[in-house]
T-cell receptor
Framework: GAVVSQHPSRVICKSGTSVKIECRSL??????MFWYRQFPKQSLMLMAT?????????EQGVEKDKFLINHASLTLSTLTVTSAHPEDSSFYIC????????????FGPGTRLTVT | GQNIDQPTEMTATEGAIVQINCTYQ??????LFWYQQHAGEAPTFLSY????GLEEKGRFSSFLSRSKGYSYLLLKELQMKDSASYLC????????????FGTGTRLQVFP
């Protein structure tokens, strides 16, 4: 149980275009999902916390108008990278916490974004 | 500020024991996690410590000392498949689920 999926697993897009990444909890409900970014050989950096039915909370330095997060249901959160630039190329990982659980986050398999 | 330190790289031999240390200075503390991450994949949960002491789970054990801001992950009977990055993460407080990750330790196991 506690499986989180992400789609797509890899995406290549041209500079200036927008890309949407989906994060789904397959067998549980997640009131809270998290979006992380990981650059090569670096650790995970939290971008934002996504709460179902409310606005996302962004970490300092993350542009909310560039990284649009929507958490429309208890099993789906989306991250849209708008007007992508090459410096946005990274590994984007989501995680989800089971509604009512105490602590554990379950991570998705990640999405490799390359902006050319 | 928030600071979590781990060694960048470690090497060990198959069958040996390795200890990966993590020190943290955070504004709040409500638990420490260890995750394993293979290259290009998402992290997988290894352990969670919220009280002082040692938690043992098979070949992996994790220790926490809250007064010292210190944890370690102990891997026994190393296997080649244990070559991965090991991430230490702190949950920052009672009213947050946010995890603050350390830089990660890349472990290479040699035959």
């Amino acid at each position: 149980g506690a499986v989180v999926s992400q789609h797509p697993s890899r995406v290549i897009c041209k500079s200036g275009t927008s890309v949407k990444i989906e994060c789904r909890s397959l067998d549980f409900q997640a009131t809270t999902m998290f979006w992380y970014r990981q650059f090569p050989k670096q650790s995970l950096m939290l971008m934002a916390t996504s709460n179902e039915g409310s606005k996302a909370t962004y970490e300092q330095g993350v542009e909310k108008d560039k990284f649009l997060i929507n958490h429309a249901s208890l099993t789906l959160s989306t991250l849209t990278v708008t007007s992508a630039h090459p410096e946005d190329s990274s590994f984007y990982i989501c995680s989800a916490r089971i509604a009512g659980s105490s602590y554990e986050q379950y991570f998705g398999p990640g999405t490799r974004l390359t902006v050319t | 500020g928030q600071n979590i330190d781990q060694p960048t790289e470690m090497t060990a031999t198959e069958g040996a024991i390795v200890q990966i240390n993590c020190t943290y200075q955070t504004s709040g503390f409500n638990g420490l996690f260890w995750y394993q991450q293979h290259a290009g994949e998402a992290p997988t949960f290894l352990s969670y410590n919220v009280l002082d002491g040692l938690e043992e789970k098979g070949r992996f054990s994790s220790f926490l000392s809250r007064s010292k801001g210190y944890s370690y992950l102990l891997l026994k009977e190393l296997q080649m498949k244990d070559s991965a990055s090991y991430l230490c993460a702190v949950r920052g407080g009672y009213n947050t689920d946010k995890l603050i990750f350390g830089t990660g330790t890349r472990l290479q196991v040699f035959p």
